[in-house]
């Protein structure tokens, strides 16, 4: 029980924690899949749709504003294989909180039924055009939208990359890609080539579930080989967490909520170290 004079010196927002029986972590977390339309249509932060113009290329992209007075950093937030869902839009708002201008770019736009993109298809549908992206082009969507992004009045010219799942792999090679890059955040996502990885200048943090073999395989050589390169690889795993723990909180019995609780503060503490608040 809270006395009233500890009761003076305990913020009123842990009050209102105690009052509900939810977490400090829960408040601080991306939603998860499931409650990620309602924490979208409760954020008190300014999220809308862009079209980003690359060339004679379009792209749908939702960026969300901090609420601070000066220039923020900018992430680039890569969605996962099912495409730009409410959940990846979520994500990008929970970046916002942290003080980031955020934006997650539709990479399926113009791919779906009548030149739709993520909306046009069911989940199926989004895994079968994301399978069959070209890289390069890939990699010309994000440059657009990372330029788009930093040009933004509130803006600074700062910029660091996270991806999930199939963005989370396309992060890490991203990292190749743009040398301005000042940080990658690897969520469950594969590591690329010795080729590739020498090309890397930015640093990477890449979080993995203990449970995920198929990408967890992945890591020693690149490990090993980051570290010949000497080159910043901070890999963390978590016991018992599956793919997707992120976005999966309620699953696995507690483990991808345990991961979670520990994968995102780190990422934050990550972004902040790089890219300075």
Same mark, same amino acid.
């Given at each position: 029980?809270?006395?009233?004079?500890?009761?003076?010196?305990?913020?009123?927002?842990?009050?209102?924690?105690?009052?509900?029986?939810?977490?400090?972590?829960?408040?601080?977390?991306?939603?998860?899949?499931?409650?990620?339309?309602?924490?979208?249509?409760?954020?008190?932060?300014?999220?809308?749709?862009?079209?980003?113009?690359?060339?004679?290329?379009?792209?749908?992209?939702?960026?969300?504003?901090?609420?601070?007075?000066?220039?923020?950093?900018?992430?680039?937030?890569?969605?996962?294989?099912?495409?730009?869902?409410?959940?990846?839009?979520?994500?990008?708002?929970?970046?916002?909180?942290?003080?980031?201008?955020?934006? %997650?770019? +539709?990479? &399926?736009?113009?791919? #779906?039924?009548?030149? @739709? !993109?993520?909306? $046009?298809?069911?989940?199926?549908? =989004?895994?079968?055009?994301?399978?069959?992206?070209?890289?390069?082009?890939?990699?010309?969507?994000?440059?657009?939208?990372?330029?788009?992004?930093?040009?933004?009045?509130? %803006?600074? +010219?700062? &910029?660091?990359?996270? #991806?999930?799942?199939? @963005? !989370?792999?396309? $992060?890490?090679?991203?990292?190749? =890609?743009?040398?301005?890059?000042?940080?990658?955040?690897?969520?469950?996502?594969?590591?690329?080539?010795?080729?590739?990885?020498?090309?890397?200048?930015?640093?990477?943090? %890449?979080?993995?579930?203990?449970?995920?073999?198929?990408?967890?395989?992945?890591?020693?050589?690149?490990?090993?080989?980051?570290?010949?390169?000497?080159?910043?690889?901070?890999?963390?795993?978590?016991?018992?967490?599956?793919?997707?723990?992120?976005?999966?909180?309620?699953?696995?019995?507690?483990?991808?909520?345990?991961?979670?609780?520990?994968?995102?503060?780190?990422?934050?503490?990550?972004?902040?170290?790089?890219?300075?608040?």
């Amino acid at each position: 029980m809270i006395t009233r004079i500890q009761e003076r010196l305990v913020p009123l927002a842990l009050l209102a924690v105690l009052a509900t029986g939810t977490t400090l972590s829960a408040q601080s977390l991306p939603a998860s899949e499931e409650t990620a339309r309602a924490r979208l249509n409760a954020s008190p932060r300014h999220g809308e749709w862009v079209k980003v113009q690359s060339g004679g290329d379009t792209i749908n992209a939702w960026v969300v504003y901090p609420e601070r007075s000066d220039p923020a950093p900018v992430v680039l937030v890569i969605h996962e294989i099912y495409g730009l869902t409410d959940w990846i839009r979520s994500v990008a708002d929970q970046l916002a909180a942290e003080g980031y201008i955020a934006i %997650a770019p +539709d990479i &399926l736009t113009g791919k #779906g039924p009548g030149g @739709g !993109g993520t909306e $046009s298809v069911d989940r199926d549908g =989004a895994v079968a055009l994301v399978r069959a992206l070209d890289r390069t082009e890939v990699v010309s969507r994000l440059n657009a939208t990372a330029q788009y992004a930093n040009s933004l009045p509130a %803006a600074q +010219d700062t &910029l660091a990359v996270i #991806g999930f799942c199939w @963005g !989370g792999s396309t $992060s890490f090679a991203y990292a190749a =890609a743009q040398p301005n890059l000042s940080a990658a955040v690897v969520y469950y996502g594969t590591s690329p080539s010795a080729e590739t990885l020498a090309r890397i200048q930015a640093p990477v943090l %890449a979080l993995y579930g203990g449970d995920d073999a198929r990408v967890n395989k992945s890591i020693p050589d690149a490990q090993t080989e980051m570290k010949r390169l000497g080159k910043s690889y901070q890999p963390e795993i978590y016991d018992g967490a599956g793919h997707g723990f992120l976005r999966a909180q309620e699953a696995r019995d507690g483990a991808n909520m345990r991961a979670s609780e520990r994968a995102w503060p780190e990422t934050i503490e990550f972004l902040k170290r790089e890219l300075g608040s």
